[in-house]
């Protein structure tokens, strides 16, 4: 398969949500803040398997 096609830099081809890590919201598409208690929101990182071959 070629490589190349898809660019995982600036936005992978997966979606990605944000979680917040204080109360659990999920936002998506991923957001830099909670939209419910404000905080800077971590991003699951376990989506980097999705076109490896
Ligand atoms: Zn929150």
């Known amino acids: ?3 190349g096609l898809f660019t995982e ?3 992978r ?3 990605i ?3 917040c890590g204080a109360c659990g919201l999920v936002d998506f ?8 208690c404000g905080p800077p929101t971590n991003r699951p ?3 980097a398997t ?3 071959s």
């Open 1 to 3: 398969m070629a490589e």
């Open 9 to 11: 830099s600036a936005e």
């Open 13 to 15: 081809p997966q979606l």
């Open 17 to 19: 949500g944000s979680a």
């Open 29 to 36: 598409p991923a957001a830099t803040h909670c939209l419910r």
């Open 45 to 47: 990182s376990n989506s």
């Open 50 to 52: 999705a076109g490896r």
